[in-house]
């Protein structure tokens, strides 16, 4: 595996690195402990930054009550503009609540615990679906981060049906839901949706590790049926699933387990989503050149600094889809291995 360069990674004891029973520090709230002793034992270290992270706590509160006294300057804004329905998803319209949500920000880049972070980036949706700030091009990868690529799917879907325009907005049940109302959907469908058009490249990096999994996980239930004994019973797939299915794909190949009782039906949905993989790649590849080179070659990473402005096919914004989606590729065993055997394929 390469290296894992970001810091965030699960729930875990800062110490021992520990991932059950944790306690939180009432501090910061961000950082976690097997126990008092371990709490103690980093206190020295950790003094500084659960300071930091308390002050930018504080601000975000002090801008909360800000809001809620509703400022004089602002008398159009609605006073339960944090509490109304018909207001919360837009908060980004009064000028007043920027500061807030621009702190919600910086409050996500503090999390230490991928599920924290999730949490954040998805209020932050929540408090503002036209998401100004950028929030939903890192939620994908986080969530495959944490083996919910159903959700991960789902969420991808929904914005791509949304960038081309289907439903319209007005058709849904729940307008204000905009691209989160996809659920359930089926993660080997087609690609279209991405290849047809471009959408986003951070977007696109999650969509091809997702379909690069659920291709893994397919080749792992072949190799497990080609290992048993000619004219050993066959397992119901569901009891291969519980043998062969890792944190990887476990829960989007379960989905569709019983439609693969024979082998001709998994290697057909195999092909199908190697075909995918390719069409990805090709569509991607076309959109920014400097997008794969950068994921496979650390020589083509090395930015001093980081530009959140960018122009379309550019390095910069290769550079950023990289920092938001590497780790998760980092995380799944052989998916960059799959990538450098994709790129060799096609020289
Ligand atoms: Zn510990
Ligand atoms: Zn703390």
């Known amino acids: 595996m390469e290296q894992h360069f970001p810091k965030m990674i699960p729930k875990h004891c800062e110490v021992c690195k520990k991932t059950d029973g944790l ?18 034992a980093d206190r020295p270290t950790h003094r500084t930054t659960c300071k930091t992270i308390k002050d930018s706590r504080t601000k975000i509160e002090d801008e909360e009550a800000k809001i809620r006294a509703r400022p004089a300057y602002d008398l159009e804004m609605p006073v339960n503009v ?33 599920e924290d972070a999730l949490a954040v980036y998805l209020e932050i949706l929540r408090l503002n679906i036209n998401d100004n700030q950028g929030a939903r091009f890192l939620i ?33 049940e729940n307008p204000s839901l905009m691209y989160l109302h996809v659920k359930n959907a089926d993660p080997t ?28 996980g397919l080749d792992l239930i072949l190799e497990y049926r080609k290992a048993l004994p ?48 390719a069409d990805l790649f090709v569509a991607t590849a ?30 910069e914004e290769a550079h950023l889809a990289f920092t938001y989606t590497y780790p998760a590729w980092c995380e799944t065993p052989m998916a960059l291995e799959t990538l450098r055997a994709t790129v060799t394929a096609r020289k």
């Open 189 to 216: 469908e087609g690609v279209d949706l991405w290849t047809g058009r471009f959408l986003q490249l951070a977007f696109m990096s999650s969509i091809q590790l997702l379909k690069t999994r659920l291709g893994m």
């Open 82 to 114: 944090l509490d109304d329905p018909a207001h919360v998803g837009r908060l980004w319209t009064w000028q007043p609540v920027r500061p807030y949500l621009h702190e919600m920000l910086i409050r996500s880049w503090r999390q230490q615990g991928i």
């Open 286 to 315: 076309k959109y920014n050149e400097h997008f794969w080179p950068m994921m496979l070659q650390p020589a083509e990473r090395d930015f001093s600094t980081r530009s959140l402005r960018y122009t379309f096919g550019s390095r």
């Open 140 to 172: 994908p990868a986080l969530y495959m981060r944490l083996g919910r690529n159903q959700e991960a799917y789902d969420f991808l879907k929904g914005w791509a049906l949304h960038a081309a325009g289907r439903p319209e907005t007005k058709e849904l």
């Open 23 to 40: 306690l939180r520090c009432g501090g910061c709230k961000t950082y976690y402990y097997c126990g008092r002793e371990h709490q103690t």
């Open 230 to 277: 000619p004219g050993a019973p066959i397992a119901s797939p569901r009891e291969i699933l519980a043998d062969v299915h890792g944190p990887y794909c476990g829960d989007i190949i379960e989905r569709f387990a019983e439609s693969l009782v024979n082998e001709d039906a998994i290697t057909k949905k195999r092909d199908e989503v190697d075909e995918q993989l």
